[in-house]
Every structure is written in structure tokens, then in C-alpha cells.
């Protein structure tokens, strides 16, 4: 029913920029939460950014003033742009939706459906 496929991740230094896209099919925007999460080696998974329906985002502290949530429904697409990366920011990231809008936009408890992420990996 629900597919997310992402892509867009990559290996690049600190500082650069990088956008990632999830494909979304089965999505529908005008009721779904949607949003990125993202998990490190030997850390917990944690919330990255969330959109609600009715465009309203949400951001983890760490990617407050330099990641942007965005979609484009005709193309049925979530994109992720991560600007001023630092090593921090190492990990596989994961396009998310939430049929509900159940819970908090990061609580990975609520997440009925997961892509199968993407890695980026910021060098020093």
C-alpha cells in the first residue's frame, strides 16, 4: 500500500549540503504526517524533521537554522535539505509517514511506515 523510497545520500565533507528524496506512493499529504528520521552507529533513533498535513514542520534541535522539510505532492515526493553538514550528522536516514498524526511528530512509536533509509556520511 504505503512505499517510501529515498535517496540523495552520499559522502561529503563538512559544510556542503546535501537534499534527500523520498518517493512516496499510497501517500495521501492532506492526512498523512510525514518526516525524517535518522540513526547513527550506537545511537538511538531520533527525529530529524516532521511536515504535517497542513505544512506545518517540526525539527529536531540539531537541524533547527540548517535542514528544510518540504514536498511536492504532484510528484508525490518528501525531500530533506541539510545544509552546513558536520560529522554529527553521520547516519542512515529514513522517510517516514503516519497515516494518524498519532502521536508527537518524533516519536518513532507512531511511525506505521519506514523507507528503507539512505546513508550519508560528513567527513571532518
Known amino acids: 500500500q504505503v512505499q517510501l523510497v529515498e535517496s540523495g545520500g552520499g559522502s561529503v565533507p563538512s559544510g556542503r549540503s546535501l537534499r534527500l528524496s523520498c518517493v512516496a506512493s499510497?501517500?495521501?499529504?492532506?492526512?498523512?504526517?510525514m518526516a525524517w528520521f535518522r540513526q547513527a552507529t550506537g545511537k538511538y533513533r531520533e527525529g530529524v524533521a516532521g511536515l504535517d498535513p497542513d505544512g506545518t514542520t517540526y525539527y529536531g534541535d540539531s537541524a533547527k537554522g540548517r535542514f528544510t522539510i518540504s514536498r511536492d505532492s504532484a510528484k508525490n515526493t518528501l525531500y530533506l535539505q541539510m545544509n552546513n553538514l558536520n560529522p554529527e550528522d553521520t547516519a542512515k536516514y529514513y522517510c517516514?509517514?503516519?497515516?494518524?498524526?498519532?502521536?508527537?511528530?518524533?516519536?518513532?512509536?507512531?511511525?506505521?511506515?519506514w523507507g528503507k533509509g539512505t546513508l550519508v556520511t560528513v567527513s571532518s
Open positions: 517516514t509517514a503516519d497515516p494518524y498524526c498519532s502521536g508527537d511528530w518524533s516519536d518513532s512509536h507512531a511511525i506505521d511506515y
Open positions: 499510497g501517500v495521501t499529504w492532506n492526512t498523512f504526517c
